[in-house]
């Protein structure tokens, strides 16, 4: 039997698609997990069910205007209640805390993972954007703040996984199992048309809009890869993407001697949420698990690197270093946005990405600050060109 | 940079598939390994190739009508020549032999086996009949003379590669894949007229005469769900065999929290070898890496019971406990043999199987005694069915 302290866990991001997950996970271990913090960006009514569900002891809104009537919707229970973006990151910093699972959308996740880290917390990262805009920072700071990250995104769960036990030297290629996402068989044509609608339905996995978005433009394996070479230090020209539309090999690792390990099972976050709760042990779960009957048959390809062009910006960003991941992650958030308000076209937006990053002033050893400017400049000049599209 | 100390080798079995490959292995890495010790059966002339090549301290030639030829054969190298069955077990608990590579055809490998566990030696284990025959005396001794059994057998291999770093009580499945062997999508009407030249031509697999056989027959996979039980702990309802034709999971295991690892590559008994005198360390190879681009499909089917019995016979073994594995494994030496020899067919082998088990002596707590008499008695019984047919 293994004995499992009870662990406190600041769920950040817990209205969206992995935050409502790993509630659900904490909810069915309650004798493991406690939900301690919660904190949302605006679908306050939801936080509202989450406060009575899951009895946190801290909550934050960071829409400070929805605090007032936050409050006095909890006003009978005995929960903590916060606003702003302040607040978020001072909950990560919490004593009490002893994982923060950061579930953000996107770079909004950087300023409460770095509080996290300075405490030197086990942080269960699923905001992959923190590694993308950040990585050398974050992972400077680890060092030095003694933190640790478990990753959460189900491709570097895998990596994890196959990595426990294995010798830090004995990597020689992570490889990276991506979908396709829907529009794996259409030709450059055809995704001139496709509609943000399409491109919401993902073949394998439900998860929130933007990352969806990421998925069906393969900006999202781009960030895999960049959150990669952060995570385990292994350089680009070491990480390979292959398309694997099944999604039941989520990744796998080869090792010096030629052996390669996979972690698998069927399309389910709660898997990788749970295993960055337990790490290094694994809880008994009632997930579904894989019946081989049912998948007869994994199949794998080469990516189109014409089609989906964000791959090789996101190898380039990795190469040119500096901010460049930075402006490619900010120009990325602009034309999603852009493009699910249909202000721009499917292939419009890796032209943009690319004039972006083109044009952003390019920093070489990015501090904080640096990166904040990067950011707000990026957004201004991405923000420019679907303008004058 | 890892520091590994040279490990001097006995290589059971030297002329063998396995121990050809393991002196491969050994070739290539002069810095880590040293053939200390070779021995063979009954191929004196490639044992004297051998000892040219690999200049071993000591050698035993099993045939001792063999010794003197291969004693003057090498009569100018350094090398101590032996023969005989008890040579080579005291080979096996020689003090300076770090590795014993236990690599000899089915039951033979039994005796010196059991001489390295009982001088507390690492085993590299390619002899699967051992744990067939006597999984649990084997256990017993590996724990009171503190011995270790690595697995030679890619499938067991593949699951140690795979528990690796993982808590022993976290395994919820073991997943055994099975290529399915040459007569995979036979009717059992077409397997009823199989000739032995069919039965040798694995899929994927280079192997020695007994164990393609074995392969053909599925005999090797009832083996393998044996050796795993013991191996591993693992009760055999959660042993499952799923066939994989092309051969590149080499096994995997399902923890309790859903997630499945698996370890894969090209078949190369090469790196299972190799892992094994390398472990837990790897070591950089040249074997041929797994392009997926070659192998752009991988598929999955239930083993048909019908037409191999073979696989029901071990569980059913299993289950019985006692000597009856040991029936097993003698009854099917000897028809595999007869197999060969023409002198029946290949669906015989399984009813011949069937009316030893039936027959032989059923001993509940079997001493090492009693493994060697029902070995006499199982072969004798599966001879007489084979001259009465």
Redesign the interface.
């Known amino acids: ?2 004995t499992l302290t009870k662990k406190n866990i600041a769920v950040l991001g817990s209205t969206g698609s992995i935050g409502t997950q790993a509630l659900e996970v904490i909810g069915a271990n309650p004798d493991h997990f406690s939900a301690y913090a919660l904190t949302a960006g605006f679908n306050v009514d939801l936080l509202i069910q989450q406060c009575r569900r899951f009895e946190p002891e801290v909550v934050v809104i960071a829409d400070e205007s929805k605090y007032q009537y936050l409050k006095e919707a909890v006003a009978d229970l005995p929960v903590k209640v916060f606003a702003g973006a302040d607040a978020i990151a001072q909950v990560a910093e919490m004593e009490v805390v002893d994982i923060v699972l950061t579930a953000m959308v996107g770079y909004s996740g950087l300023k409460p993972t770095i509080h996290a880290v300075k405490a030197g917390k086990t942080i269960a990262l699923a905001n992959k954007e923190t590694l993308v805009v950040a990585g050398e920072l974050i992972n400077d700071l680890c060092e030095k703040h003694k933190a640790s990250i478990i990753p959460v995104d189900s491709e570097h769960s895998a990596i994890f ?2 990595l ?4 830090a ?2 990597v020689e290629q992570l ?1 990276l199992t991506a979908s396709g996402g829907p529009f794996r068989t259409m030709s450059r044509e055809e995704l001139e048309y496709v509609t943000p609608s399409q491109a919401l339905k993902h073949p394998n996995w439900e998860m929130g809009a933007k990352i969806t978005i990421d998925s069906a433009s393969m900006m999202n394996k781009g960030f895999e890869v960049i959150e990669a070479k952060w995570l385990f230090g292994v350089d680009p020209s070491r990480i390979q993407v ?1 398309v694997h539309p099944q999604s039941i ?1 989520h990744s ?1 690792v ?13 399309p ?1 976050m709660k ?1 990788p949420i ?2 960055a709760f ?1 790490y ?6 009632n ?4 019946n ?2 049912l ?8 990516p189109d690197p014409e089609k989906f062009r964000n791959l090789a910006y996101a190898y380039y960003a990795l190469d040119k270093a500096g901010n460049m991941p930075c402006i490619l992650n900010a120009a990325n958030e602009v034309v999603v946005a852009a493009f699910l308000k249909n202000r721009i076209g499917f292939l419009q937006m890796s032209d943009i990405i690319e004039l972006t990053m083109d044009k952003c002033s390019f920093i070489n050893h990015p501090t904080y600050d640096d990166y904040v400017r990067t950011d707000a400049e990026a957004r201004r000049i991405a923000g420019e060109f679907i303008q004058t599209t």
Chains 1, 2 share one sequence.
């Not at 997930?287 to 894989?290: A, I, S, V």
């Not at 998948?295 to 080469?302: C, I, L, V």
Request: proline fraction near 6%; charged fraction near 20%; glycine fraction near 8%.
């Open positions: 039997m293994t996984q196959c426990t036990g294995e010798g030297d004995t490889i292959v090999i796998m080869q090792f010096r001697d030629g052996s390669i390990k996979a972690q698998l099972g069927l389910d898997l749970q295993y337990t290094p042990d694994r809880l008994v779960s997930f579904p698990r894989l081989f009957a998948y007869p048959q994994f199949t794998f390809e080469q």
